[in-house]
């Protein structure tokens, strides 16, 4: 095995470690919003790792290019449904009501 095919191994085996602790993450806190920061930095992470392994790759600068770009809409992406997410959260604090504990 080769020396790039090894760090790409290595690079997606943690980034799956940490999709999988995010999930973890999701299931085990109890708050929407430690749920919500839990997902969405360490998916990040994961994906982050992810990138880094397709990138050492890729066979020209262009397909580079465009898996940087995917990365960076997937951020933008993860970071405005989180902040969604936390105001309608905080909009409900306000209210008087809250998501996980009401009792319909």
């Known amino acids: 095995m080769q020396l790039v095919q090894f760090l790409q191994v290595l690079l997606l085996a943690a980034g ?5 602790i995010g999930t973890l993450g999701l299931f085990r ?11 969405t930095k360490v998916d990040n992470l994961g994906l982050g790792f992810i990138v880094l392994a397709l990138l050492l ?28 997410i936390a105001r309608a959260v905080r909009s409900q604090d ?9 009792n319909d």
């Open 94 to 102: 306000r209210a008087g009501t809250r998501g996980s504990e009401r």
């Open 16 to 20: 799956c470690v940490f999709f999988a």
């Open 57 to 84: 790759g890729v066979a020209s600068l262009a397909v580079a290019m465009k898996v940087i770009l995917i990365w960076v809409v997937a951020l933008a992406a993860s970071a405005t449904s989180a902040h969604l």
């Open 29 to 39: 806190f109890s708050e929407t919003l430690t749920r919500i920061h839990a997902l």
